[in-house]
């Protein structure tokens, strides 16, 4: 019998010593070792005036651009710091970071702060953990200032008054264990803890489990490449109380699997050794007993965001668009026709696709929110059935601080910094693929690159001449991230492109031999407009262009070659995998795809809560939930308004037929209030804290800032009365 429990870590040892001052300068408009960046002029900070007492005596910088800066001359060495710590003033909102500079370049740039008090000063840190060439001393370090807000805008008088370089324990960049979060390296995150030199990671072994007969203990273990000692030279050992059960040498990056035979002792510790103990720092974590490698059951949930139903070439009424790999996924099991999804946002939609619960359940409906641990996801059902787990995410606001999405993965792949293309996601997927190969797993495989900007590599544009009589693009319709572009047809022809190209990739992956005889779900988050309603390369609104997505479901026990024509959700696939695999639903809501349910009400909550719909019987009714004014060619949406439309005889919901069959209409109305209002679930929602990057990542994809009122606890999608003119006209 095939044994796998996870087993309790923590830290033994104290950092041996604490922040040590290596240098400080005191910066004044006189020192000789201050040099003015080009468009700043330094000057000494007014005695009189908005100023803090403690930049008193420091340099002012002014000038007329978006930056300024200054220099400091220092001929230190890097290895002998790791943080810049300069007390900082501005009379404006401000961005500010530090540059090491050797031989006129910069070869070190910190993270950006924002100077938030008018006036006041602030003692910022700036972390250098990791610098080329750490041994050749540096000419000097620049501080720079850049406005907060639009670029061209000049940036406001800032002040500095003194820099000090310090030493400090590296530890102290990674999370601690109390602080709740998951630790990262190489771009994933895992369950464990940081552990250095000094502090050293500690695992419990429960009595039951010492010595047990053929049992390892299997752990992760890894060095981020920003602490990559400057000797290059690291080396783990695990050790009980018998004496060192194994040793390493780790390399940089990636996450290693040790395993070792499990020992008859209470606890097992993890240290680090070399010659630079102040430099060792490492990633440990996925602590765990297993015995046997179960049946060899694999589970793979693939998401493809931004994919519209019509774009998979086995699909009715498909695009010109050539898609074999999911084509033959399709044909090898069951393809679901009529699949709807739950919003028309990324991570509500996500949230949805890997817990069974509906956006308007949850609460979270932008990008900017996340689940709290109270939800139960379909990683926790198969890790508590003994299933590795890992996920492959190419967005960063999917990062498991934010979306809270990590639950239940032993590693949580992530983007931190920008949108990964498949080139970039698949190397850390196909490695798993080789590493856990005969074990039981769950694998969720999340894709970006059908979302917007297109742009696929030239050979996956099918080549073709555009309309003779095509119209161009008004201003208004021109997509934020590409505003230049005026022709439809090629934009069009582009997401084709994107589409082409993840599934050239993806028959790479569904070709992989460990994968034979697998599970596999595909699905969409949410589609595309291209046009239709006037909402062009964006997905707004409720419409089938938005909801309606592509679902193919293949592996054992499912039929082979079937097209379903039944309403179905993408919501409902966390209790369809658990069925199908471990034949129990543990507790998931949503139906059973394969099962024979008659056909439902489908619901669904736009981005912000801006609108809702329901889908019943071929007619489709959407109700706006905010006043909505006139915006990039969309018409004014009155509060409360509605509109109807039959789906079997205008499937691109041209003709509103409210007005014309109002009974029908009120009836789908009701529905829909009577469901938003009792939908909320107190408590699952938090609210994600976003970094100016974050947000700038966001808006260049084209999301605002979307959500409407409180952004946690409970919602109240619809009040209980209502005297807005459209509720009042239809008492």
Known sequence: MALRRALAMDRIGDVGSGPARVLSVALSAESAELQALQGTRLSPVPEQGPWDAALAGGVLLEGEGATVGLEVALATRPMDFDAVRVRLGALERTQVAVALVRA????????????????KGAYGRFDFTSVPRPEEPLDGIRILFAAKDAVGTAVGACAASVLDLDQNPLLWSLPAPEEGRRVTCDGASLEGVAISGEVHGRIRIPEPLQGLEGAQLVVSVGVPERFQPYDGRLRVELRAASGVVLARDLEIGPLQELSVPIPRAPEVTVHLVGEQPGRRVAVLGNARAVRGLGSGRTVLLISSDTHRYDHLSCSAGAAAVVTPALDALAARGMRFDNCWATTNVTTPSHVALLTGLHPAETAVIDNR???????????EVFSSAGFETAAFVSVPHLREEVSGLSQGFERFYEARTHDLDLSERLPALEETLERTA???????????DAHAPYEPPAAFLTPAES?????????????????????????AQRYRGEVQYLDDALARVLAHPSLAGATIA????????LGGHGIWFDHQGLYPDTLHVPMILAGPGIPVGLSDPRSVQQSWIPRTLALAVLGDDAGLPGEDLLGEEPAKARFALASGATQASIEEGGDLLILDLVDAPER???????????RLFH????????VDVARVEPLRALKLRRKLITWLRGAARPGLVRLASLSEADEAQLAALGYGS???????????????SCDCPECARLR
Do not use: N, Q, Y
């Open 104 to 119: 006129g370049e910069v070869v070190a740039l910190s993270e950006r702060a924002v100077l938030e008090s008018p006036g």
């Open 632 to 642: 990039r060619g969309l018409p004014t949406r009155p509060l409360h308004g509605h």
């Open 369 to 379: 929110m996340g689940i709290t641990p109270e939800v139960t996801s379909l990683a």
């Open 438 to 448: 005969g074990r039981d797993r769950f694998l969720w495989l999340h894709l970006f």
């Open 706 to 720: 979307g959500a409407t009122g409180s952004s946690t606890g409970a919602r109240e999608w619809f009040p209980p």
């Open 647 to 654: 789906l079997e005889r205008d499937p691109a919901c041209i």
């Open 522 to 529: 595909f699905t969409a988050d949410h589609g595309e407009s």
């Open 467 to 491: 309309p003779a009589d095509e119209e161009p693009l008004p201003e208004w319709a021109r997509p934020t991230w590409e505003p230049e572009t005026d022709s439809a047809w090629e934009l």
